[in-house]
Structure formats: C-alpha cells, structure tokens
C-alpha cells in the first residue's frame, strides 16, 4: 500500500517566490493534515481538512499561506510570497477518521534563500 | 492555551538499558494522547491512549496514561541502537487537532 505521498521532496527557492506543496493521501482516508516542523518551535499544525473541507485554519501564520484540498486525493499547501523564516519540513498526514492515528508523508523540505 | 511537555528534552543511555520518556500535558477537552517515533523523515505512529491506566504494548514498547496527574510514560526495554530517534508526544483536543510536544531525542548506544 502506498503511504502519504508528498511532492517536492525538496525544495530550494528565492525570497518572494511562490511555493507549491503538493500531497496525496492515503487512499480512503478522510482527514488530511498540513504540519510544519522547525528546530525552534517543533511539529506545529497549520490546517486541516475532514471530507475535503477545511476545518481548522488556525496554525496557518498569515495570509501568505493557503491550503486546498479540491478532491479526496489531492491537497495543496501554497505559500506566496516565500520569506526566509518559512524554511522548515512540511509534512501533510492523513487518518481515517478525524480521531484515528495519523499517517505522515514523507515531508517537503522547504529552503527559502 | 493547550500545552505539551516532553521530559527529558535528550538522553543517552547503552544498549540494553531501560528508558523512561515522559510527556505532561494541559489541555481543554482531552480525547486521546498519541506518540510517535521520528527517525530522519516523518514520524511514525506507535500509540493512542485514550483510558487511564491500561497499558499498550508493542514488542519492547509500552505506554500508560494517567488523565488524573495528566501524563504519561513511553518504556523502551532492553534497548537497540535502532531505538535512536525523537520521540513525539501529541495530545488531541475536542477539536481534534494535534498538539505536539517538542520531543525527546534518544540516542543509544553500543
């Protein structure tokens, strides 16, 4: 069984630049997850979705950050304009259900110069 | 504000040695308390604890939550040097989301 699949894995670009974070979840799973994972502050929910409907926005740290999820299959997290102090891992996770255990992706690296 | 504390923050100890990880936490509303292991990419699931008192097992893993004192304790056994990794601590509130600790990292060595 394929787990979460994220795309990039990697991902190096220019202050002001607009990233794309892509992920796929688990097949059949319901909930999705985007995380963020720095030194400093650790794993920090930024949003999440239950039956492709954002539910809980509240981790996202402003306005230059967005998340979509258009079908079951497919999220994106987007960030525009970049800034340095978004360098981090992001990982997307998902669960069955809302109150099962979480299966995370393998992360995106994320480097803004 | 819903807080999670992981003890210790890092620890090393030889193989075979038995550890001790601890999480506390304060949250509104608690569902469950989760814990994962992370090695060089993403956390992988080893736990939830819903009731006080019953231990979860796995191998030479096991895991207790006290909702009264508002902790809990991850055992590592006789441990391996692939046993080396952080341990996350998470705790799910009535809105479902999860709080994460900052982690205990542990490295064991031969």
């Known amino acids: 069984d394929a787990g979460v699949i994220q795309s990039p894995r990697h991902e190096v670009t220019e202050m002001g630049q607009e990233v794309t974070l892509r992920c796929k979840p688990i097949?059949?799973?319901?909930?999705l997850f985007w995380y963020r994972q720095t030194m400093m502050r650790g794993l920090e929910l930024l949003i999440y979705f239950n039956n492709n409907v954002p539910i809980d926005d509240s981790g996202m740290p402003e306005d230059r950050f967005s998340a979509k999820m258009p079908n079951a299959s497919f999220s994106t997290l987007k960030i525009q304009p970049s800034e340095p102090r978004d360098s981090a891992v992001y990982f997307c996770a998902s669960s069955l259900l809302v109150t099962n255990e979480q299966f995370f992706g393998p992360g995106t690296r994320l480097t803004v110069l | 504000e819903d807080k999670v504390v992981q003890s210790p923050l890092s620890l090393v100890v030889h193989e075979g040695d038995t550890v001790t990880l601890n999480c506390s936490y304060e949250v509104t509303n608690f569902r469950s308390l989760l814990w994962y292991k992370q090695e060089k990419k993403a956390p992988t699931f080893l736990f939830m604890l819903?009731?006080?008192?019953i231990e979860k097992k796995s191998g030479r893993l096991s895991s207790i939550l006290d909702k009264k004192e508002l902790f809990s304790i991850l055992n590592i056994t006789a441990t391996q040097t692939g046993d080396s990794a952080i341990y996350l601590c998470?705790?799910?509130?009535?809105?479902?989301?999860?709080?994460f600790g900052k982690g205990t990292s542990l490295l064991v060595t031969p």
């Open positions: 819903t009731s006080s008192g």
């Open positions: 097949s059949g799973h319901n909930s």
């Open positions: 998470a705790v799910r509130n009535s809105g479902y989301a999860l709080n």
